[in-house]
């Protein structure tokens, strides 16, 4: 009898291994119209990565979980912190865990009314993500902030209900971290 050998994360640096792995690289160049200052994007080297997701190549069908980190790096966009781009899942039941691996930031949740609420993501925290419920990484520190994910592989992603944006907007200012409630969420 062998012992099957799993896949693995490295808790420090968030990196997955020994298993079949897709990844998807977003670059300032795809995150056309997320920031406030668009101006200020496009003035931006566009090959510059936000964030790299790394998921686990494991099955689609209904019932079972997909497993992913996503590594959110430092900088700003007109001062707004770097982010995801942030989704509701198709399926909008269907909610989602968070839990933070290295680095300094905050998960940005926003219910179908344009509630938004913010946790401090840090080494060690747990978000558990309910249905009915849009989300979104910011990193608010100067290293990569790395996020693991466990979600229902049926969840699926809608990006375009939220294309104006959340409610709440995250900048740096005076090296203090400031919320701006936005009026066309
Ligand atoms: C999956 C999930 C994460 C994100 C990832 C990238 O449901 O929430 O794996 O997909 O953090 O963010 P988005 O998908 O908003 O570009
Ligand atoms: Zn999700």
């Given amino acids: ?4 050998q799993p896949p693995q994360v490295e808790w420090a640096s968030g990196a997955l291994a020994k298993g079949p792995l897709l990844r998807k690289s977003t670059r300032i160049q795809d995150l056309i119209e997320v920031f406030a200052d668009e101006p200020a994007r496009q003035q931006l080297a566009g090959e510059h990565v936000v964030y790299d997701v790394e998921m686990l190549a494991t099955s689609s069908a209904e019932g079972e979980l997909y497993t992913g980190v996503t590594h959110l790096y430092p900088g700003h966009v007109g001062g707004e912190y770097f982010m995801t781009r942030g989704h509701f899942h198709a399926r909008r039941e269907q909610g989602e865990v968070y839990f933070g691996l290295r680095g300094k930031g905050l998960l ?12 401090n993501v840090f080494a060690g925290s747990i978000h558990i993500i309910p249905g009915f419920t849009a989300h979104r990484l910011i990193n608010t520190g100067n290293e990569v902030l790395s996020a693991l994910a466990v979600w229902p592989a049926i969840a699926g992603h809608d990006y375009a209900a939220l294309a104006k944006g959340f409610t ?5 200012e005076n090296q203090q971290i400031l919320v701006r409630e936005v009026q066309n969420g």
């Fill in 108 to 119: 940005l949740l926003q219910n179908e009314h344009g509630q938004a609420r913010l946790e």
């Fill in 168 to 172: 709440l907007r995250v900048f740096e």
């Fill in 1 to 4: 009898l062998t012992f099957i």
